[in-house]
């Protein structure tokens, strides 16, 4: 079994991938769901920082810093780079933003962990890019804060949906701000992997969705 096929059968049973009738924050209504929040255990988060560490080893990212914005990309940085450490003897350092300045102790400022350097080739940890919006905010921060190459965008989840426009929001991204983006696995990988455990009907709505939805590249 490959990591992301382990990552798919991960997913299910932690309950972060579910099917269903959901309304997402887009107002899209869709047959999944995804909900990070249901990786709570030190296991789960072990395992987690693993798959995102086998995801930038396989696609050979190099890298000094991995930024987790806050709140949801903290704990994925943290995990991640204990699993570079532990899996492939890589010495990562994490770094993560604060949503409020802080102005006094040793560690004031608007991050947190390591202080980005000139030269540092920083990768973005993030959970599911949907829209991109978060981009919005954190790549101009990293970028003010040192002379630093961010090196690519890391998601657990590609949705494989449309952006803003007919691409999706990863590559949206990517052209938008230079740095290529990669994911753990893709929601087409998913549905493939799934295959005969998925109900015809609940199939038949999937293809639908994506009738609809699907990026078209």
């Given at each position: 079994?490959?990591?992301?096929?382990?990552?798919?059968?991960?997913?299910?049973?932690?309950?972060?991938?579910?099917?269903?009738?959901?309304?997402?924050?887009?107002?899209?209504k869709a047959p999944y769901f995804i909900n990070c929040g249901n990786y709570k255990t030190g296991e789960q988060l072990a395992k987690l920082g693993g798959f995102y560490a086998d995801c930038i080893a396989?696609?050979?990212?190099?890298?000094?810093?991995?930024?987790?914005?806050?709140?949801?990309?903290?704990?994925?940085?943290?995990?991640?780079?204990?699993?570079?450490?532990?899996?492939?003897?890589?010495?990562?350092?994490?770094?993560?933003?604060?949503?409020?300045?802080?102005?006094?102790?040793?560690?004031?400022?608007?991050?947190?962990?390591?202080?980005?350097?000139?030269?540092?080739?920083?990768?973005?940890?993030?959970?599911?890019?949907?829209?991109?919006?978060?981009?919005?905010?954190?790549?101009?921060?990293?970028?003010?804060?040192?002379?630093?190459?961010?090196?690519?965008?890391?998601?657990?989840?590609?949705?494989?949906?449309?952006?803003?426009?007919?691409?999706?929001?990863?590559?949206?991204?990517?052209?938008?701000?230079?740095?290529?983006?990669?994911?753990?696995?893709?929601?087409?990988?998913?549905?493939?992997?799934?295959?005969?455990?998925?109900?015809?009907?609940?199939?038949?709505?999937?293809?639908?969705?994506?009738?609809?939805?699907?990026?078209?590249?």
């Amino acid at each position: 079994m490959t990591y992301k096929e382990e990552f798919i059968k991960f997913m299910v049973d932690s309950g972060v991938l579910t099917f269903g009738d959901f309304t997402l924050k887009s107002g899209r209504k869709a047959p999944y769901f995804i909900n990070c929040g249901n990786y709570k255990t030190g296991e789960q988060l072990a395992k987690l920082g693993g798959f995102y560490a086998d995801c930038i080893a396989d696609n050979k990212i190099p890298v000094e810093t991995l930024f987790g914005p806050a709140y949801k990309g903290i704990p994925l940085a943290v995990a991640t780079t204990i699993a570079l450490d532990n899996l492939y003897g890589m010495e990562v350092r994490y770094c993560s933003d604060r949503k409020e300045e802080k102005y006094h102790g040793a560690d004031k400022g608007s991050f947190l962990g390591t202080k980005l350097q000139d030269g540092d080739r920083v990768v973005m940890i993030e959970d599911v890019t949907t829209s991109g919006k978060s981009m919005e905010e954190t790549v101009p921060k990293v970028r003010g804060a040192a002379n630093v190459e961010i090196v690519g965008l890391m998601v657990s989840l590609n949705r494989n949906e449309k952006g803003k426009g007919e691409k999706t929001a990863l590559t949206e991204v990517s052209e938008l701000y230079g740095f290529p983006t990669a994911a753990i696995v893709s929601m087409p990988e998913v549905i493939e992997y799934l295959g005969d455990k998925l109900d015809p009907e609940l199939k038949s709505r999937i293809d639908a969705y994506y009738e609809e939805y699907g990026a078209k590249e």
